[in-house]
């Protein structure tokens, strides 16, 4: 999935039940990343300019690639423009 995002874009908070990786391309993205413990409780309402407990924030940058195991959340927002890509994929 191609992934564009205008300048403060938001994404929804999301639970993955595959595994998934994230690059981006262009720009910077700020993840807020939920362990599984907590990702099944976590309000899909996340915002993510507060503190959400038991999260882990990570900033990717062009070139950079985030994945996220099954069973995890997750959402990111960016400061500016940016592309990004999405796919899920089997880990044997």
């Not at 990343?33 to 959400?52: G, I």
């Not at 950079?64 to 999405?86: C, K, N």
Request: charged share 15%; aromatic share 10%; glycine share 8%.
């Amino acid at each position: 999935m191609l992934i564009l995002s205008g300048k403060g874009a938001r994404s929804n908070y999301v639970f993955r039940s595959s595994h998934y990786a994230h690059a981006v391309v262009h720009g910077v993205q700020h993840w807020t990343v939920v362990s599984p413990v907590s990702a099944r409780t976590t309000s899909h309402a996340m915002h993510l300019d507060e503190s959400e407990p038991n999260s882990m924030k990570c900033t990717l940058q062009s070139g950079d690639v985030l994945v996220l195991p099954s069973t995890w959340g997750g959402a990111y927002w960016t400061p500016g423009e940016s592309i990004g890509f999405s796919r899920r994929f089997i880990w044997k």
